[in-house]
């Protein structure tokens, strides 16, 4: 696999490569580009080396043990020994965009991609050595580049992802529209786009200037989310009100975690745990607080707890075994959309209009939320039997 070569396109491109773009380095999110579009090793010249940048780099798990800091010939000569990936340290780039580069061992000529100002080139380890000397001594090298490119004509790919160049502040300001226009995910719902990534990222924008990590905004969506469990577990509909208005934020602060995650490379593991099991302790919560909401007495508690276990064990089959739960058009695969909250602030919101104006109905709408929670896994537990059967 070939690694990957940051270099300065021109003289002014030194101080923009340190350019903090939505909480991060450009030459950052070069060399984590990089490393997720498969580069075994990023070179870096020793002249972006920064106190920042440094300690940035150590926090990245995408590149640790990665980066090598070029202070000479020898060191860039090394990544470039089986062909290099030239990056401008001034550039936007992502992985979608340097993946096809690293896919395929490359040609005579190598690749380069068309949209990119300043040469995003892949490059044989032979001519790659020709170029390395330079990078290592953190010479401007975009000229002569180009000037390559002409010459040998490398193999044109389009960019698939984020590919912009930056030479000043207006450029910066692109730079940054495209990382928070690009956060939003494949599971987003309608309420998701019109409501909650246009308030979170404000909230995004001021974290990624803090300190503040995913997994204690993910902490701060919880204590919002519990609050908003309290405000049902109240029963008026005053307070149901205000519980509704209290998911909302909560799930705001959720989306928020996430964008800073992604933004600031700390996506984890442990990370994505967390979310899912903070969706479904308030999921489950606010289920259990409107069946005592409902009315006070034992049979409001059991309602409430079928339905809050329906809502966890839907959860736990959702997320633990995707491939076997593709229920379909059911009621079951309807209930999934709770966990993508669209359906969910629905029952909110008639939970609200009956407590104000037919507070007798909300002991029937607990017990249709309690036997109905329960539809997905069992769906999926059918689902189990019937594909383990079929293989016997």
């Keep these: 696999?070939?690694?990957?070569?940051?270099?300065?396109?021109?003289?002014?491109?030194?101080?923009?490569?340190?350019?903090?773009?939505?909480?991060?380095p450009l030459a950052l999110r070069a060399a984590v580009a990089a490393a997720r579009a498969g580069a075994t090793v990023i070179g870096i010249p020793a002249g972006l080396r920064t106190a920042r940048l440094e300690r940035l780099i150590g926090?990245?798990?995408?590149?640790?043990?990665?980066?090598?800091?070029l202070d000479g010939a020898g060191s860039a000569l090394e990544v470039a020994g089986r062909g290099a990936l030239f990056l401008p340290a001034s550039t936007l780039l992502d992985a979608r965009t340097l993946g096809p580069l690293l896919a395929d061992p490359p040609e005579a000529a190598g690749a380069v991609l068309t949209e990119a100002g300043a040469p995003v080139l892949l490059l044989t380890s032979e001519a790659a050595r020709q170029f390395a000397p330079a990078?290592?001594?953190?010479?401007?090298?975009?000229?002569?580049?180009?000037?390559?490119?002409?010459?040998?004509?490398?193999k044109p790919l389009s960019a698939a992802g984020l590919c912009l160049v930056v030479r000043d502040a207006g450029d910066v300001a692109?730079?940054?529209?495209?990382?928070?226009?690009?956060l939003g995910t494949d599971n987003d719902t309608g309420v998701d786009q019109y409501l909650h990534r246009r308030a979170s990222r404000w909230i995004t924008r001021?974290?990624?200037?803090?300190?503040?990590?995913?997994?204690?905004?993910?902490?701060?969506?919880?204590?919002?989310g519990l609050g908003a469990v309290w405000c049902f577990w109240h029963g008026t509909a005053a307070s149901a009100a205000g519980g509704v208005l209290a998911y909302a934020l909560a799930c705001i602060v959720d989306h928020s975690?996430?964008?800073?995650?992604?933004?600031?490379?700390?996506e984890s593991r442990f990370g994505a745990h967390l979310d899912w099991a903070i969706d479904t302790v308030i999921h489950s919560g606010l289920v259990l607080a409107m069946a005592?909401?409902?009315?006070?007495?034992?049979?409001?508690?059991?309602?409430?707890?079928v339905g809050a276990s329906g809502v966890a064990l839907s959860a736990l089959f959702a997320r633990y075994l995707p491939r076997e739960i593709a229920v379909g058009e059911t009621v079951g695969g309807a209930l999934k959309n709770m966990g993508n909250r669209d359906l969910f602030y629905a029952l909110l919101l008639v939970f609200v209009a009956l407590r104000a104006a037919l507070p007798a109905a909300l002991p029937i709408l607990a017990l249709v939320v309690a036997l109905?929670?329960?539809?997905?896994w069992v769906a999926c537990v059918g689902r189990i039997r019937r594909s383990r059967s079929s293989t016997r």
């Design 1 to 24: 696999m070939a690694g990957a070569l940051l270099y300065v396109p021109d003289a002014e491109s030194a101080a923009l490569a340190s350019t903090v773009v939505a909480g991060r």
């Design 59 to 69: 926090r990245t798990r995408d590149l640790r043990g990665r980066v090598r800091w």
């Design 135 to 154: 990078v290592g001594a953190g010479r401007p090298l975009g000229a002569e580049l180009a000037r390559h490119v002409a010459a040998t004509r490398p």
């Design 174 to 182: 692109e730079a940054e529209r495209l990382l928070y226009a690009g």
């Design 206 to 224: 001021a974290l990624v200037r803090t300190p503040a990590t995913p997994n204690q905004v993910s902490g701060l969506s919880l204590v919002i």
């Design 257 to 266: 975690d996430g964008e800073l995650a992604r933004l600031t490379f700390q």
């Design 292 to 305: 005592i909401g409902s009315g006070r007495g034992w049979a409001h508690l059991v309602i409430g707890l």
């Design 372 to 376: 109905g929670s329960q539809s997905y």
